[in-house]
């Protein structure tokens, strides 16, 4: 008997269906044949172009869902990796993110979010770099490993590709290498140490030690690394004390108008930071340095240094804010030198100022000043 094959059938049941389709919003009808296509076993999108475009809307109007994902990977849709790209980005923090990231891969189309590693908003690049970290499997050293010793690329960068690629066993590995061959950039040792020293496998730990090593808190204690610090809560109350007296954290920092005017007000920065990226911030403040405070250090023509924030820059004179919070002007005819630095203004060893729990009472507290 002659039988008509089925996605046959069915292309003309859909052409049926999409007839009249128009706009760009979602209708019943596209929803209808998403679920119709959604039935067939092996049906290629590609064999109807009404129902590959009812998909696609269908798909744009709920970006993130399950479904979404689902969809794309089941058609193989990589017609929409320049929004998936995006989509990761953008929550790159997020469970749904790094589906999108994953997805990219599954899809082979890993490069959009490679060439995201250029992008010129360096928050997007932060973001691609820690989500190769997240989903790059065995492509994930290849990628990140040579951004390590890019000196084009921003700390934070080169920090979150270290992170990234100890995440994998191999990657560990190849970290440590690097380390004992003496290769590592002096401004990743923080980033290398906190993320071997807290390997599940202790034989990386215990060669790590022998290189690396987390700084020593006041009672010379060393640090636990960021991973153990995140397990512990802490008194906000007595954290408030660390920040005002023994942590010198209101010499720099504003907190609801009581404080100086060095770093950026802190007065909502619970809002802002995780748990983990607050351990960051005080931690390793040069992994990250805040925009608007870059530190610039100056010279003049008769050998006078200074290192401070931009204050002002006109044609005439340039003001810098030092770190005690004391502004100086210098006329730009007196300036030999005047360079923006990699390094954050603020000291990058203030654990030694407190203990382990006072800097864990001391993250409690920075935690409680929301919005
Ligand atoms: C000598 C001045 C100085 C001291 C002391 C200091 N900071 Fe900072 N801090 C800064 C500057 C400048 C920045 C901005 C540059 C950067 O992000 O590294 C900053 C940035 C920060 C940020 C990131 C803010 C953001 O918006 O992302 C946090 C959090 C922070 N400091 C907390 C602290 C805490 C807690 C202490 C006390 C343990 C402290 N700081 C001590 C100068 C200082």
Redesign the pocket.
């Known amino acids: 008997m002659f039988r008509i094959p089925l996605s046959i059938v069915v292309c003309f049941a859909i052409g049926a269906i999409a007839f009249g389709q128009e706009g760009n919003s979602l209708s019943p009808r596209d929803k209808l044949i998403v679920e119709t296509v959604l039935r067939i076993k092996d049906f290629k999108i590609e064999s109807s172009a009404p129902a590959k475009a009812a998909l696609l809307r269908y798909l744009r109007s709920q970006p993130g869902t399950e479904q979404y994902f689902e969809l794309i990977e089941r058609f193989g849709l990589t017609d929409v990796a320049g929004e998936l790209t995006e989509f990761a980005i953008a929550h790159a923090d997020e469970t749904a993110g790094v589906r999108a990231a994953e997805l990219l891969f599954k899809l082979d189309r890993q490069k959009l979010l490679i060439d995201a590693i250029s992008a010129e908003a360096s928050e997007h690049a932060v973001a691609a770099v820690a989500l190769i970290g997240r989903v790059g499997g065995t492509k994930t050293q290849e990628i990140l490993m040579p951004l390590i010793a890019a000196s084009d690329k921003s700390a934070e960068l080169r920090a979150a590709a270290v992170a990234g690629i100890a995440r994998r066993s191999d990657g560990q590995r190849a970290l440590l290498k690097i380390v004992a061959d003496g290769k590592l950039p002096a401004d990743l040792n923080f980033a290398a140490a906190n993320a071997l020293l807290s390997s599940d496998d202790k034989t990386i730990v215990a060669e790590a030690a022998k290189y690396l090593q987390l700084p020593a808190t006041a009672d010379s204690q060393p640090l636990p690394p960021i991973s153990e610090l995140i397990q512990k809560r802490g008194d906000p109350v007595a954290g408030a004390i660390v920040?005002r007296k023994s942590?010198?954290?209101i010499?720099?920092?504003k907190v609801k108008g009581e404080g100086k005017e060095?770093?950026?007000d802190?007065s909502e920065?619970g809002s802002?930071?995780s748990r983990e990226a607050?351990y960051v911030?005080?931690l390793n403040?040069?992994a990250?340095?805040?925009h608007n405070?870059e530190t610039y250090s100056l010279l003049t023509i008769d050998g006078d240094a200074t290192t401070g924030?931009l204050v002002s820059e006109t044609d005439a004179a340039v003001t810098l804010r030092n770190?005690e919070g004391i502004d100086k002007t210098v006329a730009r005819d007196d300036i030999e030198l005047f360079q923006k630095q990699a390094k954050?203004?603020?000291?990058q060893d203030?654990q030694r100022?407190m203990t382990v729990p006072q800097l864990i009472d001391?993250i409690e507290y920075?935690l409680t000043l929301t919005k």
């Open positions: 920040f942590g010198t954290c010499n720099c920092h060095v770093g950026p802190l920065i802002k930071l607050m911030a005080v403040p040069s990250a340095v805040s405070f924030l770190a954050s203004l603020m000291p203030l100022l001391l920075t």
